[in-house]
């Protein structure tokens, strides 16, 4: 019997009776799911469907949008406005939130990266999408953004779809993570990457090295030891890698162990850095901390910012525990001179 796998729909039907409640946690994951499988197969019929290239259009960042970009925010707004789950929503490519007028039990907010490594599409590397889960606070307007500014510890569920050479859904609701991946000869994930961990110590970073002139002086010597390998002061080989896709490169740690690093430098610190809180780094940080490793903006844990804007940037430093408390320990050495 080939199909001896755990399908997602199962395993969200186990993390109900976990939770308890009314099913709608089960409802407002469906959603997302439907979604992802619909993008995953956009992204893979690529040019097949015209879907490469830029949209002509920017978005808030004043980035210009891929046309993909554009067609993963609209099926996210859609799939999700149909179950009714979700009060409200935001994306990277929206300027404002998204009230869901009617939504009929809608206690939670969804926030989201339609795609992520938009700078991949037109080459055929993986990209990705990220999505973060907030309750919607009692007696909050879902159309306010104020509702949507809340702090990564709150989140009740966080994940990614990842669109490689498999289409692949890894997922936290506070209980561990577990990836999934698509089989599409039956449209459905199954759970082949149960309860992944990252280790606590590794020989592999990940980091823009082009932007090396702007980085400040802990990051500098973080990447120089690492770089020093035996010889120097690690006494180990590190190995670098760069896919300029923050899901792959998060996938990659959570099957293999490494850190990444877009820290704040000084041609991107006017903007707070380059990744966005609310809908890159909070939903990896969830992740990455629920599989054992640590996620922070080399001053502070990620999950405790307490957020000011929707679109707020900020610098990551995320993966394997050691390292990131390593550079963790540096920009406090450095900050204390
Ligand atoms: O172009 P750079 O500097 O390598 O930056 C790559 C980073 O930018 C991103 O592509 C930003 O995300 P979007 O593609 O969703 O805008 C990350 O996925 C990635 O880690
Ligand atoms: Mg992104
Ligand atoms: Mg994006």
Redesign the pocket.
Known sequence: MPYKRITLTHFLLQEQRRLGGSGSFTALMTDIVFACKMISHEVNRGALAGNLGVAGSENV?G?EQKKLDVLANDIFLHMNALGGSYAGMAS?EMEDVHAVHGAADGKYLLLF?P??????IDVNIS?GSIFSILKLPEGADAGSKDAFLQPGVKQVAAGYALYGSSTMLVLTTGNGVNGFTLDNNVGMFLLTHPDMTISADTKEFAI?AS?ERFWEPPVKRYIDECRQGKEGPRAKDFNMR?V????A?VHRILCRGGVFL?PADSENIKKGG??RLMY?ANPMAFIIEQAGGAATTGRGRMMEVQPTGLHQRVPVILGSKNEVERLGAYHAEYDAK
Do not use: C, F, I, T
């Open positions: 960042q980035e990277e990266d795609l992520d490594g938009s700078s991949n990209v823009n932007r760069w300029a896709s923050m899901v490169e877009y380059k990744l890159e």
